[in-house]
């Protein structure tokens, strides 16, 4: 185990080789086990990726009017037209 003294200044911050992130927060001092970044690749995600990029495409053409008719429907639903537009878009085409 190891034992984490406090520097003349009275401040930790910084790594211990990698694995802990030491920072403050309200005069509070906070160690967490530092989080690992993945990028997985894998099939399905390549699907949703290329779902959505083809979701984003047909929403940027569009005529205004019919993003306004969105818009419109997605009123009171809590998300703006483009949001509510993209949800339809990717649920219709599971």
């Given at each position: 185990m190891a034992i984490i003294e406090r520097d003349v200044t009275l401040r930790r911050y910084g790594s211990l080789g990698g694995a802990l992130v030491y920072s403050s927060y309200k005069s509070l001092d906070i160690v967490k086990v530092k989080g690992r970044y993945t990028y997985r690749n894998t099939p399905v995600q390549r699907a949703n990726?290329?779902?959505?990029?083809?979701?984003?495409?047909?929403?940027?053409?569009?005529?205004?009017?019919?993003?306004?008719?969105?818009r419109y429907l997605a009123y009171g639903k809590g998300m703006s037209g483009y949001e509510y537009y993209i949800k339809r878009f990717i649920l219709d085409r599971r």
């Open positions: 990726r290329a779902r959505f990029a083809l979701a984003v495409k047909t929403w940027q053409g569009l005529s205004v009017i019919t993003q306004y008719l969105w």
